[in-house]
């Protein structure tokens, strides 16, 4: 990653920022995105260092790689603008609404900047939090020929969706991000008292994410997070999360909000078990 890159993304960052910095809340939720993008990038070497599949890939996908991974959110910087000139900081509904696509916003940031045309940045960058099937219906992407272009393209959007859960999973454990995101901050005791929602467990139990739209419980929020288990895609990713314990922490989390005994001890085995079968099965 050359120097250039980290100037550009700096430039990419401070018209918003100026934007948006006399509002504390939106300031600090830039500079968190800021912070999170170079997070993204570090977490994403450490997978690449140790992930045997990932070892054997070449000098080019990780000079693309590596610009998707500083790169996947700059289009936070411009949402988080909009929501600033729209007045939508203060309510968590906003947060989950589908008003924004961040992905989008970077890919439209970034398409037409010199060296990073590529469909194996822009794919990464458009699709990194959307579900896979998205990425596969997008007729831009669908239409590569050249098969290792392919292989990498895709192979780059996992690796940065997993960089991307990973960090998000690291300040939730070591900066106590959960409760001091919007969602949180922004919810009202009641809503964070309530209850897990029957469609939240109902695609955790049958292995799929929560999808951020059928989240209403801060109970809710925390399934969903647990559910990224079922959306990463290589070993290493997996062994740092057993390693660093994201999941226990997630659980006990969970065990804080969720006051049905039953219900929590059946998503933590569940997790459990899904663990060590990927552990296991990929050595
Ligand atoms: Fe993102």
């Not at 995105?33 to 997070?39: E, M, T």
């Not at 590596?66 to 959110?73: G, I, S, T």
């Not at 009202?188 to 799929?208: G, H, I, R, T, V």
């Not at 288990?229 to 390693?243: G, K, P, T």
Request: glycine share 2%; aromatic share 14%.
């Amino acid at each position: 990653m050359s120097h250039k890159n980290f100037l550009l993304f700096k430039q990419k960052f401070l018209p918003f920022y100026q934007k948006v910095k006399q509002n504390k809340f939106c300031r600090d939720f830039i500079e968190k995105k800021y912070r999170h993008s170079i997070q993204v990038l570090n977490i994403g070497r450490e997978i690449a260092d140790r992930d045997v599949k990932l070892q054997k890939e070449n000098k080019k996908f990780f000079e693309l790689g590596e610009k998707a991974l500083l790169f996947h959110d700059v289009g936070r910087f411009s949402e988080i603008a909009k929501i600033y000139q729209d007045n939508l900081y203060n309510h968590h509904a906003s947060w989950y609404s589908k008003k924004y696509d961040h992905g989008l916003l970077s890919y439209e940031m970034m398409k037409n900047e010199k060296g990073f045309e590529d469909v194996r940045i822009l794919a990464a960058l458009k699709h990194h939090g959307h579900m896979m099937e998205k990425f596969y219906e997008d007729e831009e992407f669908a239409s590569v020929e050249n098969i290792e272009i392919k292989r990498q393209m895709s192979a780059i959007l996992k690796w940065v969706r997993d960089a991307d859960k990973l960090a998000n999973f690291y300040i939730q454990k070591n900066e106590n991000n959960l409760k001091k995101d919007p969602f949180f901050l922004t919810m009202d005791d009641e809503l964070k008292n309530a209850p897990l929602s029957e469609k939240a467990l109902e695609q955790f139990n049958n292995y799929q994410v929560v999808l951020t739209s059928t989240i209403t419980s801060y109970c809710d929020r925390i399934l969903c997070c647990l559910s990224w288990i079922y959306d990463l895609n290589y070993l290493a990713s997996y062994q740092i999360c057993a390693e660093q314990g994201y999941f226990d922490m997630l659980l006990s989390l969970l065990a804080e909000y969720n006051y049905n005994i039953e219900i929590q001890q059946q998503i933590a085995q569940k997790i459990q078990f899904f663990l060590e079968k990927k552990i296991m099965n990929n050595y």
